[in-house]
């Protein structure tokens, strides 16, 4: 089985795109071979909690605090603003402009 192609027919022919062709510059092997790909390659596993998972450093002061070797450093309630020093600023503020407008 012989087919014989004519001339015609390999003007009309077209170069294929090769698969092996990359467009833009491939990722470097860091990155393609590391993890998975939709993730960080420098993440580390368990988020550095260690083998056998025992815990991020600090977690530590946690147990410390539930067991009351050491008060509670975390977790305070935000120290609020002296108003009555501020009050008192602006009263004496108030002072001496009335003082300056009677002269």
Known sequence: YYTRITKQAILTMTRTHKW???EAKAQSHYFTHNGHSDTNPNKTKKNGAGKGN??????????????????PVAGKARRGSNASQHEEKFDQVQKYDELIKEE
């Not at 600090?58 to 410390?64: A, I, P, S, T, V």
Request: proline letters at 10%; hydrophobic letters at 25%; aromatic letters at 4%.
């Open 54 to 71: 025992w815990g991020s450093p600090g977690d530590e002061l946690e147990d410390l605090i539930n067991r009351g070797e050491i008060p």
């Open 20 to 22: 092996t062709k990359h």
